[in-house]
């Protein structure tokens, strides 16, 4: 992982925000698409300490954190884990 050097990046609540508003768990594919559609092929991510990560980074973070949990149903919120801030 790499410290960010820009202030492009998106926060990784973006792609917790597009969870929660899932009506169902989405695939790891159908999430990337969801992304990739929103932000671009080529998004970059940072998490609240400002370390920039790719998609696939981000969602291991994500993951590793509890604030996700991958399954093979999909990929559902843990919206416990969530800090509160934007």
């Known amino acids: 992982m790499e410290q960010s050097t820009t202030d492009n990046l998106i ?6 925000h597009l969870l929660q508003a ?4 989405p695939s790891h594919r ?5 992304v990739e559609s929103r932000f671009g092929s080529g ?5 609240c300490t400002g370390q920039a990560y790719t998609f696939d980074q981000m969602i291991a973070f994500l993951a590793s954190r509890g604030k996700i949990v991958m ?3 999909g990929i559902t919120v843990r919206r416990e884990e969530i800090c509160e801030h934007d």
């Open 43 to 47: 998004a970059r991510f940072t998490n």
């Open 30 to 34: 159908e999430l990337q698409s969801q």
């Open 11 to 16: 926060h990784a609540h973006e792609i917790l």
């Open 22 to 25: 899932a009506t169902r768990a």
């Open 71 to 73: 399954s093979p149903a």
